[in-house]
């Protein structure tokens, strides 16, 4: 077919295969039996109400309040940013997007990503002796040295390291409406299938993306395009599983970074859905999700042997233009942006654009059945894996996330004292700190568009930590 010349061109191969015998499991130092592993679990468009644990209207996620009854659940948890590439950017390097250079979201055409001078927290646990993975989508760039598995030359003469840390990757590079496939399931407005043959390209409307074929990548190597959507929630359980077993079976300890791509759009209905077939897309696509979930929580229960730390997020709030396709922000509707025709969701600040569902797992060190209302943050989870691992912070960094194990163990019931929300695209400039936190009181600083007094904001952004962006 004519459209499969479109694929998306990697600058710069590496001889870094895309199967797991060419992944180095083997066993070195000091590492066995001692260093806890971790599976990070990042939902996409997920709203804080799509959890039953938090929301009695939600139905759908049994797996997930499972795993909230045998851990622990966090109610004031939030994303580090209000849409994808800000919000990644920041989980894997702890710092806010001011900090990282990563500010919005990147597109099909971006030659470039989260920048080759910020270590994440693959790089760091690799250094560390740990096996790392990445499966599902990565949004962080997907050219050249900016892809989660390229191999480049070492500066330090250490040879060859993983730029991004991982030494293996399956997924896709973006979010998966950002380009053709086959498959196109429910979207608003519906999005055509790839043309095929010599078939003209699409008359592409509002909100669809162009003739690209959506590729997915088993690491450096495209192995389908375009993605079958349908098949691609089987495919990242499966991947996962073998990953984890792999990994415990080699005794190193590993790291598995899982990036869904629920509950984005488009959403499709697929064998690992449950239930009745009149249930409406977005359940059908949250019970999907569930599953797959559970599926690695099994795995984990099975392989991990009480020493695997599980930690499950989301990456912003719902989507709300996409109406019934999207999730449920719970109690956080945002009415006075609402009723001036304004999303109370993703790419805002309000409560609802970054306030998130966060479960921690880990049987023996996280008590179970705890709900915990300490404010936290997706920036948090950097340095606590870190902690947790006996792994020093990278030096010559200001973070803005906490290590947070105090609080995971019940030993403590505080975390930020102030928590800074950067603009994500709905109004202002793209990463400006936007909204400040301070313990139960929240004051915005730009509204209707228009900013308003900053020095208050300016005072507690010098107090708390901005007063460097290094």
């Known amino acids: ?281 977005y359940s059908a696509g949250l019970r999907e999700m569930d599953r797959l979930v559970g599926r690695i929580k099994d795995t984990v229960d099975l392989e991990g042997k009480n020493n695997t730390f599980l930690w499950f997020t989301g990456d912003n709030g719902p989507w709300a233009q996409k109406c019934e396709l999207a999730g449920s922000v719970g109690p956080f509707t945002g009415l006075w942006q609402a009723r001036r025709g304004g999303s109370p969701a993703k790419q805002t600040t309000w409560e609802g654009g970054h306030r998130v569902p966060a479960l921690a797992y880990w049987p023996g060190r996280v008590p179970g059945n705890v709900t915990s209302a300490a404010l936290l943050s997706v920036l948090d989870i950097f340095p606590t894996v870190l902690a947790l691992a006996g792994a020093p912070l990278p030096r010559g960094r200001r973070f803005d996330g906490l290590d947070v194990s105090q609080v995971l163990f019940g030993w403590a019931q505080t975390g930020h004292r102030v928590l800074f929300h950067p603009n994500s695209g709905a109004a202002g400039e793209d990463g400006a700190l936007q909204t400040v936190r301070l313990e139960r009181y929240k004051a915005f600083y730009v509204t209707d568009g228009k900013r308003l007094d900053y020095s208050p904001y300016i005072t507690l952004s010098k107090r708390y930590g901005f007063s460097r962006l290094s």
């Open 1 to 281: 077919m004519a459209w499969l010349s479109l694929k998306v061109l990697l600058v710069g191969l590496s001889f870094l295969g895309c199967l797991y015998p060419l992944v180095d499991f083997s066993f070195s130092g000091e590492t066995r039996g001692q260093k806890p592993n971790f599976v990070i679990i990042l939902a996409d468009d997920m709203g804080w109400g799509d959890l039953g644990a938090n929301w009695a209207g939600t139905k759908d996620t049994a797996n997930l309040d499972k795993m909230a009854a045998e851990g622990m659940r966090f109610v004031d948890f939030h994303a580090a940013a209000s849409t994808c590439s800000p919000s990644r950017a920041a989980l894997l390097t702890g710092r806010l997007g001011l900090r990282n250079g990563v500010t919005h979201n990147f597109a099909v055409t971006s030659v470039g990503g989260l920048p080759l001078n910020e270590t994440t927290l693959a790089e760091v646990l690799r250094g560390a002796g740990y096996v790392t993975g990445m499966i599902g989508k990565w949004h962080l760039g997907h050219h050249g040295s900016h892809h989660p598995s390229f191999r480049g030359e070492d500066p330090r003469g250490t040879g060859y390291l993983g730029n991004r840390g991982f030494d293996y990757y399956f997924g896709i590079p973006y979010s998966h409406d950002m380009g053709c496939t086959d498959t196109p399931g429910y979207n608003h407005p519906p999005c055509p299938a790839c043309p095929r043959g010599d078939r003209p390209s699409r008359n592409l409307e509002r909100d669809c993306y162009s003739d690209v074929a959506l590729p997915l990548y088993e690491n450096l190597n495209i192995v389908e395009q375009p993605v079958n959507l349908s098949a691609l929630a089987q495919k990242y359980a499966e991947k996962a599983t073998q990953f984890i077993r792999q990994a415990s079976t080699s005794g190193r300890p590993f790291l598995l970074y899982v990036g869904l791509a629920h509950m984005h759009v488009p959403l499709t209905r697929t064998p690992l859905s449950a239930g009745p077939r009149s249930l409406r897309p």
